[in-house]
């Protein structure tokens, strides 16, 4: 059975850059048929995509963050991690990282399954 | 202010069926049959519920079904029992450069 767990400081300072890694265990993480992706939801409110990778590299980003976010791929860990720099209180979140199914065109599709999540507070 | 529109709350009575719908563009809801739902209990990660906009999971009850009409979807739960309570977002692919849109969720309340 598929898992994902994030992991990485549930503290960070403003302006500093937010990092966290997200394990994957079980099958598929080399498959072409998924990305990799990363979603927040800062406490009380809704859900926001990060951006997705591909196993191969490839990366997709809301371009309401993409200047501030890289997300990165370690294939040889089953790993996937999210850099997000100059952070402000307006990033303090629960951060899920999650298997996301692509369609046949490639175009970025369901979520499933979620890690547990983890919640970042950004504050000196 | 989310891409896709959901109402803030729903509520019905134990047996009863709602209907929590989403409503967004041709760009996304409207022009793809890529709408997922996801069922969210306080202080867990999100469940895959429908995905391909009426399309179940593997274990998820078939009291719960999806629909679209034109750019809304719809997330309907029947047979209505406690443990639905919850909130509920929608989610869309989209041509936009956004690429993944959420609705802003709905909070269902079993009475």
């Known amino acids: 059975q598929l898992q994902l767990q994030e992991s990485g400081p549930g503290l960070v300072k403003p302006s500093e850059t937010l990092s966290l890694t997200c394990t994957v265990s079980g099958d598929s993480f080399s498959s072409n048929s998924y990305y990799w992706g990363w979603i927040r939801q800062p406490p009380g409110k809704g859900l926001e995509w990060i951006g997705s990778?591909?196993?191969?590299?490839?990366?997709y980003y809301n371009p309401s963050l993409k200047s501030r976010v890289t997300i990165s791929v370690d294939t040889s860990k089953t790993q996937f991690s999210l850099k997000l720099n100059s952070v402000t209180a307006a990033d303090s979140a629960v951060y899920y990282c999650?298997?996301?199914?692509?369609?046949?065109?490639?175009?970025?599709?369901?979520?499933?399954?979620w890690g547990q999540g983890t919640l970042v507070t950004v504050s000196s | 202010q989310s891409a896709l529109t959901q109402p803030a709350s729903v509520s019905g009575s134990p047996g009863q069926s709602i209907t929590i719908s989403c409503t967004g563009t041709?760009?996304?809801?409207?022009?793809?049959?890529?709408v997922s739902w996801y069922q969210q209990h306080p202080g867990k990660a999100p469940k895959l519920m429908i995905y391909?906009?009426?399309d179940r999971p593997s274990g998820v009850s078939n009291r719960f079904s999806g629909s679209k009409s034109g750019n809304t979807a719809s997330l309907t739960i029947s047979g209505l029992q406690a443990e639905d309570e919850a909130d509920y977002y929608c989610?869309?692919?989209?041509?936009?450069?956004?690429?993944?849109?959420f609705g802003g969720g709905t909070k269902l309340t079993v009475l």
């Open positions: 999650a298997r996301q199914g692509v369609t046949t065109w490639g175009e970025a599709n369901w979520f499933d399954p």
């Open positions: 990778i591909y196993y191969g590299g490839s990366t």
């Open positions: 041709s760009s996304d809801v409207g022009g793809y049959n890529y």
């Open positions: 989610s869309s692919y989209t041509s936009s450069t956004t690429l993944v849109v």
């Open positions: 391909d906009v009426s």
